[in-house]
């Protein structure tokens, strides 16, 4: 049985080189991508681009299934977030022939008013153990609520994978304080992410360098080097 290490080793590097070929993932240090939130950043990720390609879609699917063995994880029911963790959830209920559910980031103001579609008449996971699964990882917050969600919902969900991570702490605090706790594990890793971009050359060990600093700082490693945060 492999270890998540060499999982994310084996998948996250083949992952990363897709995900710069396509345009998932694109880095810039000189010139950074305004966030939502008004910030610069120097990088800038889609995973929906993964969706153009069956041959990355299965990959993803095997990766996140030798996660589940690797991690012995107890699974009854796959759960992909809104919208973008639905189909790489789903790809993971056929492998594994698992109930299939997804979560919204908050209840419908219409109809049933559901934030959990796939729960039957009951509206409920029943103690089912529920496997979550996330596109992106950034601040966990939009993960968080999701984990909550499903707990309201009678669910036990105690892990979340996704197909790749900032590995910003606020992420990894926010997942430690739920009560109780939920560990996260991701395919692709951020310094697994820089190391393979530095490989085939798509970035210098400088800009390497300043991609390591943001994650340190990544609300204010733009303002610190002069870009100003817009709409403020």
């Not at 041959?55 to 973008?84: H, P, W």
């Not at 430690?176 to 190391?195: E, F």
């Not at 600093?213 to 610190?224: A, H, L, N, T, V």
Request: net charge neutral; proline share 2%.
């Amino acid at each position: 049985m492999k270890t998540l290490n060499e999982i994310q080793n084996y998948y996250g590097s083949q992952l990363a080189k897709a995900a710069l070929s396509l345009g998932a993932i694109r880095l810039n240090v000189s010139n950074p991508f305004t966030w939502a939130s008004g910030y610069r950043m120097p990088i800038y990720n889609d995973n929906r681009q993964f969706l153009s390609s069956s041959q990355y879609r299965a990959l993803i699917c095997d990766a996140f299934s030798d996660m589940v063995e690797s991690l012995s994880l107890k699974v009854d029911n796959i759960a992909g977030t809104a919208t973008a963790g639905i189909p790489h959830a789903t790809s993971l209920a056929d492998r594994l022939n698992k109930s299939l559910s997804y979560v919204r980031s908050s209840s419908k103001d219409h109809g049933l008013g559901h934030q959990i579609e796939g729960l039957g008449r009951s509206g409920s996971y029943e103690g089912a153990s529920v496997l979550l699964i996330e596109d992106l990882i950034s601040t966990g917050s939009s993960s968080i609520k999701a984990v909550e969600a499903i707990r309201k919902a009678d669910g036990i969900c105690d892990t979340c994978l996704g197909i790749f991570t900032y590995g910003l702490s606020a992420s990894y605090e926010a997942f430690a304080a739920l009560k109780p706790s939920c560990a996260y594990h991701t395919i692709l890793t951020y310094d697994i992410m820089i190391k393979t971009a530095e490989e085939i050359d798509y970035i210098s060990a400088k800009e390497a360098e300043e991609l390591r600093e943001w994650r340190k700082d990544p609300f204010g490693w733009g303002i610190s080097r002069g870009f100003k945060r817009e709409g403020v």
